[in-house]
């Protein structure tokens, strides 16, 4: 039999109904603060992944979808979309004097070990901004996901944030680094040392607990600040503190793409395992020049849809409101012919009704069975009596409350009072 390919999941209805939620939530949040939506190719350029996200990272060394197409170019699924975005926002001239808040969805790909929350295929909303330099829309985008987790009822995320400084600082740093873990090479394992000269700061994320304590005593980042940016730091951490968001800095915090400088964050549950991470991003004041534009400040995060929909179902937060409104059980002949016709009259006169329409025979126990069995509020019992009569018995399936008959030209009424 042929199966999908390891890591890349089906998501089947029954689990749809989270990701319905978690979607619109999530763009009536980023639209509330004025994020408007890019949509962009799956599929771009080689060459754009290897100089955004760095060469020396794991995902450009090892985890990309690439081929050549037909005329042989190299073409790679996109593993992230910031590159993208920042690609499209350059080629489109957004960029010139101008400032964007953009948003984005849809699916990723990165060819790494699957796990429990980890996929070959996964699914990112992704926020970008284009044309502001100062903490003020960091702390906006830090505010703007918290509202999201509250809106969702996710209560037990945690806020990392640090501070990775300008790129000069960073490679002054980066030299200290490559000195004290050389100077401890023996502690290091296989692949700390193939970073040690290519991206020393990955080291600092290694979650070998052989290396902790060698980790723990490392430089530290913090103390390498340039003045600029640790102003930036603090002005951010101030309004997180002003609003009222608990954060933690976590000098270890490096992220495992390149192109960041200053304000990095991360918001992780501890309720998935090992893959942790819910929400992550900062800014990359230089990526917008590298790629071949004119010098954009730049900030944004993704999240990761597979373990944000996980929480959900855990909480079973979104179950309430997906069910049908109501259930339509038809029995005899006279009843079946009417059926489809009241069923389509009454989805007229309310756009927002839920109704599910008996198919498939069977008697009226079983109807009523699937009826029960669908989550509706109401079973509309139509038989041939009630067709001959114009009426509708309405039989409440979830309260105790008695049978009511009532002509057919009312029902559209009686329900309208009953869906939200
Ligand atoms: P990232 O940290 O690589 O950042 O991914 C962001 C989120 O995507 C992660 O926190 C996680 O929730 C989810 N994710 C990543 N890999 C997987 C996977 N294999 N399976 C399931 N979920 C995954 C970025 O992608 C940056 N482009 C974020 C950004 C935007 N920074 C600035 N702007």
């Not at 300008?166 to 040392?193: I, K, N």
């Not at 992550?280 to 373990?307: C, K, S």
């Not at 041939?384 to 009532?406: F, H, N, P, W």
Request: proline share 3%; with cysteine; aromatic share 8%.
């Amino acid at each position: 039999m042929i199966q999908s390919i390891r890591g890349m999941k089906d998501i089947l209805p029954q689990e749809m109904r989270y990701w319905r939620h978690l979607e619109h939530t999530a763009r009536a949040v980023l639209e509330g603060y004025g994020y408007r939506e890019i949509r962009l190719p799956i599929v771009e350029q080689t060459e754009l992944f290897a100089r955004a996200i760095g060469a020396a990272t794991d995902i450009v060394e090892k985890e990309m979808y690439t081929f050549a197409d037909r005329n042989g170019d190299s073409l790679t699924l996109r593993p992230e979309g910031t590159a993208g975005c920042v690609r499209a926002a350059i080629e489109h001239g957004l960029l010139h004097n101008q400032t964007h808040r953009l948003w984005y969805g849809g699916p990723m790909f990165r060819h790494e070990r699957p796990q429990k929350g980890r996929y070959r295929q996964f699914y990112q909303i992704g926020v970008e901004v284009f044309g502001y330099a100062g903490p003020d829309i960091d702390a906006e985008l830090i505010l703007m996901t918290a509202r999201l987790w509250r809106r969702l009822g996710i209560n037990d995320l945690t806020l990392q944030i640090n501070s990775l400084g300008s790129a000069g600082a960073r490679a002054a740093y980066r030299g200290e680094l490559v000195r004290y873990f050389s100077a401890h090479e023996t502690g290091l394992d296989e692949d700390s040392r193939r970073r040690l000269h290519a991206n020393p700061l990955r080291i600092l994320d290694s979650k070998n607990p052989a290396m902790q304590s060698l980790i723990e005593a490392a430089p530290r980042l913090s103390n390498h600040l340039d003045a600029e940016s640790q102003a930036h730091f603090s002005a951010l951490c101030k309004q997180l503190d002003a609003a009222g968001v608990r954060y933690q800095i976590n000098p270890r915090l490096v992220r495992g793409l390149d192109y960041y400088n200053r304000t990095v964050f991360e918001w992780t549950t501890e309720r998935l395992g090992a893959q942790g991470a819910v929400c992550a991003g900062g800014r990359y004041d230089g990526l917008v020049e590298q790629i071949g534009g004119r010098a954009t400040p730049a900030v944004g995060f993704a999240m990761g849809l597979e373990r944000l929909a996980a929480l959900l179902m855990e909480n079973d937060a979104a179950l309430q409101g997906a069910e049908p409104h109501a259930y339509l059980v038809t029995v005899g002949e006279a009843a079946e012919r009417q059926s489809v016709i009241l069923a389509e009259q009454l989805r007229d006169a309310l756009p927002a009704l839920r109704l599910l329409v008996h198919c498939g025979g069977g008697g009226f126990k079983s109807q009523l069975k699937h009826a029960d069995k669908s989550g509706a509020r109401f079973a509309l019992i139509l038989g041939d009596e009630e067709a001959a009569a114009g009426e509708i018995s309405v039989k409440y399936l979830r309260e105790d409350i008695m049978q009511t008959r009532m002509p057919q030209a009312k029902l559209a009424g009686f329900l309208s009072l009953h869906i939200t």
